[in-house]
């Protein structure tokens, strides 16, 4: 009985902290600072696709000139977010960036909304 008695009391610790973990708030998603951003950006093809299946094949030149494959925009670096500018009403966004050198995701309003990796110089020129 003692044995039964010190298993219930483990699975009853472990239940609790499991319940305690569940209950603490999210940490926020981290994000990069302003130049660990342009760092990456600068002269970098990303490919992958936002949360609503849109696929994202963008080359940020570092002019500013952000050229997709049947588009042309702006892109910059402010307070430590990026920000995309497409033609066409309220097209300019900014996202928080986090990640690294080989693959990064955008956060807005503190959800992941994109993701992709990270390719350097413009691959999608011949």
């Known amino acids: ?3 039964q008695s010190g298993c219930r009391g483990v699975w009853g610790v472990a239940a609790l902290a499991l ?8 940490r926020a998603l981290e994000t990069l600072k302003a130049e ?3 760092t990456i950006m600068s002269d970098a093809t990303l490919q992958g696709s936002m949360s609503d299946g849109t696929p994202l ?3 940020y030149d570092p002019d500013g000139t ?16 990026l920000c995309v500018e497409r033609a066409g009403p309220e097209s300019r966004v900014c996202y928080g960036v986090g990640g690294n050198e080989l ?3 955008w956060v807005l309003e503190g959800k992941i909304v994109g ?12």
């Open 66 to 81: 952000l050229r997709g494959v049947d588009f042309t925009g702006t892109w910059s670096v402010e307070d430590d977010t």
């Open 1 to 3: 009985m003692p044995l």
């Open 57 to 59: 094949n963008e080359y």
């Open 103 to 105: 693959a990064i995701f």
């Open 36 to 38: 660990a951003i342009e």
């Open 19 to 26: 319940l305690v973990a569940l209950a603490a708030p999210a």
């Open 115 to 126: 993701q992709g990796a990270v390719l350097r110089g413009n691959v999608n020129t011949q």
